[in-house]
């Protein structure tokens, strides 16, 4: 694990001793809504399927690469263009010291629009999956290179009791081959180089090739126009996370157009 990964996961940790401080694992239990969900592995899967691009639109205000990405930020605003804009799913960054999101922003989100949510964060505690669901989230992104293959399993096995859906985030050719050996059917790649921030869009493009069939891949990071989506579609990719080239955009709806070559 790369010296950020460590730096942020390490003021997760510290986070979440003052958290649980307030409000227990066991408080927590007895808060968690009904096993309702607004499936976005089903949409995945589907898109994968038939063939239909869907992009889950990320909103985040800042991040260690590109430092603050908008100003005026009002999170449930930017949902509600996306999802008049086209997007199948939302993903919220709720990391708050490095990416200046906010876990709340989940529930505020939630009331005002019906596609499903993505909890994007550094899970490292089954604490957070219980507090994922409490805030509305329908699923969550657990990232291979700060979480073991049995940290996986068991982060997994316990979004499904209470409802939630998962995304295995991967970078290498060795994370996704774990991801592979865990079996679940949704694997994000991600074209960031977790060491220096560097993008590179090629990374999903030879690491598809290592994917048996079965499987719903995710590809994100660097995808800024539709000849990325097509050449990703090429190479049996249909499902997109997009965050930054739409939140820096003058026209939301225009930029999902162009994504879409509507």
Same mark, same amino acid.
Do not use: W
């Given at each position: ?42 949409? #995945? *899967? @589907?898109? =994968?399927?038939? /063939?239909? !691009?869907? $992009?889950?639109? %990320? +909103? ?86 700060? #979480? *073991? @293959?049995? =940290?996986?399993? /068991?982060? !997994?096995? $316990?979004?499904? %009791? +209470? ?87 003058? *026209? ?11």
């Amino acid at each position: 694990m790369d010296e950020l990964l460590k730096d942020i996961c390490q003021k997760k940790k510290y986070e979440l001793e003052m958290t649980k401080s307030k409000c227990s694992f066991q408080t927590l239990e007895k808060l968690l809504p009904k096993k309702n969900n607004r499936g976005l592995k089903k949409i #995945l *899967n @589907d898109s =994968q399927k038939n /063939k239909n !691009i869907n $992009i889950i639109a %990320e +909103i985040k205000k800042a991040s260690p690469s590109a430092g603050e990405i908008i100003k005026e930020y009002v999170p449930e605003d930017i949902a509600t263009q996306y999802e008049k804009s086209g997007a199948g799913a939302i993903s919220i960054l709720t990391e708050s010291s490095f990416f200046k999101g906010n876990i709340e922003h989940l529930s505020t989100i939630s009331q005002k629009t019906n596609i499903p949510l993505l909890r994007k964060d550094f899970i490292i505690d089954e604490y957070q999956i219980l507090e994922s669901k409490i805030y509305k989230a329908d699923a969550i992104l657990l990232i291979a290179s700060v #979480l *073991n @293959d049995k =940290q996986i399993i /068991k982060f !997994i096995k $316990i979004a499904d %009791e +209470i409802g939630l859906d998962c995304i295995i985030e991967t970078h290498s050719e060795n994370e996704l081959k774990r991801a592979i050996n865990i079996d679940y059917p949704i694997i994000g790649i991600n074209n960031r180089n977790l060491n220096n921030f560097t993008v590179d869009i090629n990374n999903t493009l030879k690491l598809i090739k290592k994917v048996p069939n079965d499987f719903t891949i995710v590809g994100e990071s660097g995808i800024k126009k539709f000849q990325d989506i097509r050449l990703y579609n090429d190479a049996g990719v249909y499902n997109f996370l997009i965050g930054e080239s739409i939140l820096t955009s003058k *026209n939301i709806q225009k930029k999902f157009d162009e994504l879409l070559n509507k």
